[in-house]
Structures are given as C-alpha cells and as structure tokens.
C-alpha cells in the first residue's frame, strides 16, 4: 500500500511487523534503474527474496540465535505497511583492523515522496545511530550512481573520503 506524507513525522526503528511491506519496497527497490547494480551483460542481478527476508529478520527480530544478532538495525519512514522508505545499517569491521563502523547498506525512499522529508529523516536516523554508537558512518552513493544522490551525502555529510568501483559491473544510469 502507498504511504502518505503524514506518515513522515519521522523515522522509527523498523520491526517484525514490518516484513511484508519492506521486502515489497527492496523488490521496488532492486527493479528501480537509477539504483540497483548490473552485471557485466547491463542485466539487474536477480532478486533473491530469501536472502532479502534473512537481512531483514537480522535487522528486525533482535533475540534470533544467529551469529549476527544485534549487528543490524533497520529505520523506515511511514506506519507498518505504509511505508516512504527505509535505511538499512549494519556494524562492519575494516578487513585490517580491529576497530568498527556502521555502514548503509541501502537507503531508499519512493520515488513519489523522494520530494519530501523521508531521506532527511532516514539520513538523521543513520547520523543519531553513529553518534550514539560512537561509530563512523559509512554511506556511499555506489549503489545509485546518480549525481543527485551525491549531492545529497555531501550537503548533509561532508566530502567524501573514498570512492567505489566495479570491474565489469554496469552501473544503472550513468
């Protein structure tokens, strides 16, 4: 179901209630062009809902008997199943080091509310996570390879520090 703007007050931690509809929004998600990687061919790699519901169950059902409990957190921005969008984060340690940093993995808001609040909102969520963890927040604009997107992370974040390259991947637009 579509959500409205009045369901954008603000971003709330996401929760088992919330399944159904986030995996409808990474199904949107992965189809939209502007954002989901390509494989060497220009294709959409696949979507793979099991693996989608298993990220998210690890983001939203904290008391799992898995080895990565706790080490997720999704923020969305709407009322359960009515939701604009959703930021997924998770604790990562740099392959040469001991210490850690949270990472989003996707943030996405519909197309049709990407004009108000919700990235803001989901943005502040992931900043308020970091700054409480006292963690560096990672967040590229790999995945979605548009000058906008950009533009957004360094108005709100700062200039960035790195940036990702594929060998032999298609990006969605370029």
Not at 63 to 79: F, H, L, T, Y
Not at 115 to 122: E, V
Not at 149 to 174: D, E, H
Request: with cysteine.
């Amino acid at each position: 179901m579509l959500a409205t703007l009045a369901d954008a007050a603000s971003a709330r931690l996401a929760g088992p209630e919330d399944e159904e509809a986030l995996v409808a929004m990474v199904r949107r998600m992965h189809a939209d062009p502007e954002w989901g990687l390509r494989d060497w061919e220009g294709k959409p790699f696949p979507f793979c809902e099991e693996r989608v519901r298993e990220r998210i169950k690890a983001a939203t059902v904290k008391q799992r008997n898995a080895a990565d409990a706790g080490s997720a957190c999704i923020g969305v921005v709407g009322a359960p199943g009515h939701l604009l969008g959703s930021v997924y984060l998770r604790r990562q340690e740099p392959e040469l080091s001991g210490g850690r940093y949270i990472e989003e993995v996707w943030n996405w808001v519909a197309p049709e509310h990407r004009r108000g609040d919700a990235s803001q909102l989901l943005l502040n969520f992931a900043i308020t996570l970091a700054d409480e963890c006292q963690l560096t927040l990672v967040s590229a604009a790999r995945m979605y390879e548009n000058a906008g997107r950009a533009r957004f992370l360094q108005k709100r974040i700062g200039r960035p520090v790195s940036s990702v390259f594929a060998y032999n991947a298609t990006a969605g637009t370029v």
